[in-house]
């Protein structure tokens, strides 16, 4: 039995998030990618994902990993792959991995940017990869409130109201905020992430960069562990998985 680790890359405006939804007609990147693997492999195969992405969200860099029976080459289960899925999912890498690996439990880190579209006119070209906020945001003290985010801490007051996980304890490694132009891009690394955690810290930072939070907020939200204290949840057009890491 081999083991195949997929690196991919998607536009998942269009889709309703990762995961497969047997008893909804909808579309997931899921079950996208393993309706193009069974027809050439001629087997059934279940993608194991590093993470599961909401709908909306996109990714740059997810890996995924499934197990088959198939002696085929892995250039041409790559070139199948591509060739027939749409145009908004790519396999952009694949290989032969151990045969215990799993791209889920084995990831040490994950890297999400948020980015947001800070300018008085909206974008045509930019509407389905970042939000746009026509409010002036400072984002000095976006930078400065966000620095009491390093660190292991109980990140409840980011966890979705409706989700309720049993660790909320999360390392988050770094948090960067860049501004380029008219886009300000928040790239957040931790060890795990909970439900719409880095949609909810990019809304609060907006918030907090509106001036609709005093200087000091970010920490005294942080220390609550009240979702109700942080800001709104950001939409999740702008939120893209960069990079995981094993």
Not at 132 to 140: D, Q
């Amino acid at each position: 039995m081999r083991n195949i680790k997929l690196t991919l890359e998607y536009d998942g405006t269009r889709f309703a998030g990762w995961q497969s939804q047997r008893t909804k007609k909808v579309p997931t990147i899921q079950a996208t990618i393993e309706g193009a693997l069974h027809q050439i492999l001629q087997e059934q195969v279940k993608l194991v994902a590093s993470g599961r992405t909401d709908a909306g969200v996109h990714a740059q860099e997810q890996v995924a990993n499934f197990k088959t029976g198939s002696l085929l080459p892995l250039a041409r289960m790559h070139e199948g792959m591509n060739a027939l899925l749409p145009a908004d999912i790519s396999v952009v890498n694949i290989e032969e991995a151990a045969v215990d690996f799993h791209s889920r439990f084995h990831a040490k880190s994950k890297v999400y940017c948020y980015t947001i579209l800070n300018r008085v006119h909206r974008s045509a070209l930019l509407k389905d990869r970042a939000y746009f906020c026509r409010f002036p945001l400072k984002v000095s003290l976006m930078r400065q409130e966000a620095a009491c985010l390093l660190g292991k801490h109980n990140f409840k007051a980011f966890q979705a109201t409706a989700k309720k996980e049993k660790n909320p304890v999360k390392n988050i490694t770094q948090v960067k905020i860049e501004k380029k132009g008219d886009c300000i891009r928040i790239y957040i690394q931790a060890d795990g992430f909970l439900y719409n955690m880095v949609r909810n810290i990019s809304g609060t930072l907006i918030d907090i960069g509106r001036g609709k939070f005093p200087q000091g907020s970010m920490k005294k939200i942080l220390l609550s562990k009240d979702r109700k204290q942080a800001g709104v949840t950001a939409p999740a057009c702008g939120l893209c998985l960069m990079k995981v890491k094993y």
